[in-house]
């Protein structure tokens, strides 16, 4: 098993450019989560989807959009990249009924 | 808005040492995790504490959740250099449905030979 998957690895964009970052697990978990990460600040809940079909507004939503293509992918889109979302993103899953979510090797992103 | 305030931010330590690190919150969870981050990589579940008052301990790692669950400290015997990474502390919003954590913005320990 692989776990949680992230790609890219890395990403360097243009202000105003559009990229999705792509997530998958491979451990039939019914919830995904993205996050995203900064100095000082820890990790920060951008969206979340408990459920294949459902998704929702975590913590700091503004700028992006998601999608919860099937039970095991979930990617995140960045529609208009703004240098404030220069960052490290990472994706998460959890089994329904247990407490443990499990991380990718997240995505780190740079918008100049 | 639940909080969870972490201290100390950073802390650099020799090996041997012994060391605490605190999660505080004026608000109340129905579970506190502890995971453990390394350089390049995602976060790593530690423990999960749930009862107040709880203490468990992973080798030479000790976690307690307070009486009120309100607050937990994670204490480091005879820390080696393999134990450096970031420390962060977890909340499961008390009463939420989804499994949503609020995380401490973590403690960074290096440990030295």
């Known amino acids: 098993n692989a776990g949680v998957t992230q790609t890219p690895k890395f990403q360097v964009l243009k202000t105003g450019q559009s990229m999705t970052l792509q997530c998958a697990q491979d451990?039939?978990?019914?919830?995904m989560y993205w996050y995203r990460q900064d100095p000082g600040m820890g990790l920060r809940l951008i969206y979340y989807?408990?459920?294949?079909?459902?998704?929702d507004k975590g913590e700091v939503p503004n700028g992006y959009n998601v999608s919860r293509l099937n039970k095991r992918e979930f990617s995140l889109r960045l529609e208009s990249a703004a240098p404030s979302q220069t960052s490290v993103y990472f994706c998460?899953?959890?089994?329904?009924?247990?407490?443990?979510?499990?991380f990718g090797p997240g995505t780190r992103l740079t918008v100049l | 808005t639940q909080l969870l305030e972490q201290s100390p931010q950073f802390l650099s330590i020799q090996e041997g040492e012994n060391l605490t690190v605190y999660c505080n919150s004026s608000?109340?969870?129905?579970?506190l995790q502890w995971y453990r981050q390394e350089p390049g990589e995602g976060p790593v579940l530690l423990v999960t504490?749930?009862?107040?008052?709880e203490v468990k301990k992973l080798k030479r790692l000790t976690f307690q959740f307070g009486d009120a669950r309100k607050d937990s400290s994670l204490h480091i015997t005879a820390a080696q250099p393999g134990d450096t990474g970031l420390y962060l502390c977890?909340?499961?919003?008390?009463?939420?449905?989804?499994?949503?954590?609020?995380f401490g913005k973590g403690t960074k320990l290096s440990v030295k030979p």
């Open positions: 998460a899953s959890r089994a329904r009924g247990t407490d443990t979510q499990y």
């Open positions: 451990m039939n978990h019914n919830s």
């Open positions: 989807s408990a459920s294949e079909g459902t998704t």
């Open positions: 977890a909340g499961e919003d008390y009463g939420g449905s989804q499994g949503n954590l609020i």
């Open positions: 504490v749930v009862t107040g008052g």
């Open positions: 608000s109340v969870f129905s579970s």
